[in-house]
């Protein structure tokens, strides 16, 4: 069965970066692409961007342009979510989730990593 | 593509049918428009995916149709549980949408 599996949540500075994984497994890996998604706190879904695990093509949303960076590693299935330069503001719940191009299959998504961004 | 959900908030009793939109700013394919449930501290739980197919052990309550710009998501009779938030997205490309949501509450 399909699964993505995410790191544990991480507390950081303002001004820092943080990188979250998300290990997928019960699939062909480079078959489906990956987005990210972030909720703040009493917020709604918010897209990050997209990669694709075949050839590392990546997509991101305006709002987070030159402050995100995904990647994957197809040796180990693992795509990353790098986010630089965090504030107060980027404290949210973040997911992966890999996307579904039929008819016969839907969104599965990882459970989730908090992200806290405190002085 | 810009997903508008409407109403923002939708006070109904339990019993009473509930009916929520998703307007897209352009043509959506019906295979790729998923509705979630979403409730306080939990993550989003899928509920329809190819704007009309039942996610694994929904109930049949809960129905998704529409095509193009216009979706729609019913829940027949609302139980206790269904009071929660609820968002459309698309989704099978390089670049996703949200809905902001629609809030059902008890009225």
């Known amino acids: 069965q399909v699964e993505l599996v995410q790191s544990g949540a991480e507390v950081k500075k303002p001004g820092a970066s943080v990188k979250v994984s998300c290990k997928a497994s019960?699939?062909?890996?480079?078959?489906?692409?990956i987005s990210w998604v972030r909720q703040a706190p009493r917020q709604g879904l918010e897209w990050m961007g997209w990669?694709?695990?075949?050839?590392?093509?990546?997509n991101y949303a305006q709002k987070f342009q030159g402050r995100v960076t995904m990647t994957r590693d197809t040796s180990t299935s693992t795509v990353y979510m790098e986010l630089r330069s965090l504030r107060s503001d980027d404290t949210a719940v973040y997911y992966c989730?890999?996307?579904?191009?039929?008819?016969?299959?839907?969104?599965?998504w990882g459970q989730g990593t908090l992200v806290t961004v405190s002085s | 593509i810009v997903l508008t959900q409407s109403p923002g908030t939708l006070s109904l009793s339990p019993g009473e049918r509930a009916t929520l939109s998703c307007r897209a700013s352009?043509?959506?394919?019906?295979?790729?428009l998923a509705w979630y449930q979403q409730k306080p501290g939990q993550a989003p739980r899928l509920l329809i995916y190819?704007?009309?197919s039942r996610a694994t052990g929904i109930p049949d309550r809960f129905r998704g149709g529409g095509s193009g710009t216009d979706f729609t998501l019913t829940i027949s009779r609302l139980e206790p549980e269904d009071f929660a938030v609820y968002y459309c997205?698309?989704?099978?490309?390089?670049?996703?949408?949200f809905g902001q949501g629609t809030k059902v509450e008890i009225k």
């Open positions: 989730a890999r996307d579904c191009y039929s008819t016969s299959c839907y969104v599965h």
């Open positions: 019960g699939y062909t890996f480079s078959s489906y692409g």
């Open positions: 990669i694709s695990p075949y050839n590392g093509n990546t």
């Open positions: 352009q043509t959506v394919s019906s295979t790729y």
């Open positions: 190819g704007a009309s």
């Open positions: 997205q698309q989704y099978g490309s390089s670049r996703w949408t």
